[in-house]
């Protein structure tokens, strides 16, 4: 597998330093630059991409929290943060962690872990390519088979997901950028930071929502563009 590259987005010299170190010792991660504030991030990505960026809330010009909703293609993200009150809104934002600093080389790991957890699925379904029409879900500690033709819809519960099929839901833990992951970015679009939908079931939409099968699901401010570019 190769490595997972990953930016640092944080105006304290001393934590990028932790940050940068701590990098450093972990063999399947490679860091492409660290920036000073969020807008400078959001110019180098126009023309780079990472699997991961290591996100500070409090910086100048543009807070992290709403640099997250700007992003559209959305890497795994680690809160890094002194900051506790902020934790619902990241997870709700579908974050992959939330650091509070001052951040202990093994909390670190737990969290980098996670996002390795997720590439290595997401790498195993592009070596396959298209051939693999279907996931495994664990529910109720059963390894489930659901095909890609059957699935409507996903929505994030917090610490679960619920894949909605033709004719059945299944409750699974794991975060909606876990599954998103694990479904082919070709057929299953996020039109919502809870909703992901497979573009092959839409039957209709207007510019605040899409119907399919009956049922009603909100667009998001920020992926309105997604079902225009369809």
């Not at 969020?38 to 991961?52: G, S, Y």
């Not at 002194?82 to 997870?91: D, I, P, R």
Request: charged letters at 25%; hydrophobic letters at 45%; one cysteine or more.
């Amino acid at each position: 597998m190769s490595k997972i590259k990953c930016i640092i987005i944080e105006d304290e010299p001393l934590a990028v330093k932790v940050l940068s170190d701590y990098v450093a010792q972990v063999p399947f991660l490679q860091l492409e630059g660290s920036f000073k504030d969020a807008i400078l991030a959001t110019e180098w990505l126009r023309t780079n991409e990472v699997q991961l960026i290591f996100l500070d809330i409090h910086l100048p010009k543009l807070k992290g929290m709403a640099f997250l909703k700007t992003l559209t293609n959305k890497p795994a993200v680690i809160i890094t943060t002194a900051y506790h009150q902020y934790a619902v809104e990241g997870f709700d934002l579908n974050v992959t962690d939330y650091l509070l600093k001052p951040i202990e080389f093994e909390r670190f790991l737990i969290a980098v872990n996670k996002v390795r957890v997720t590439n290595n699925n997401s790498q195993l379904i592009a070596e396959v390519g298209e051939t693999k029409d279907y996931l495994f879900l664990t529910v109720q500690k059963k390894k489930v088979k659901i095909l890609f033709s059957k699935i409507l819809y996903v929505e994030s519960q917090r610490e679960y997901v619920k894949v909605v099929t033709i004719n059945k839901e299944f409750i699974s833990r794991m975060s909606t950028h876990e599954i998103e992951a694990l479904l082919p970015a070709h057929i299953f679009k996020r039109i919502h930071r809870s909703f992901i939908i497979s573009i092959n079931k839409l039957e209709s939409y207007t510019a605040e929502s899409v119907e399919m099968n009956g049922i009603s699901i909100p667009i998001g401010r920020g992926y309105r563009e997604i079902i225009e570019n369809l």
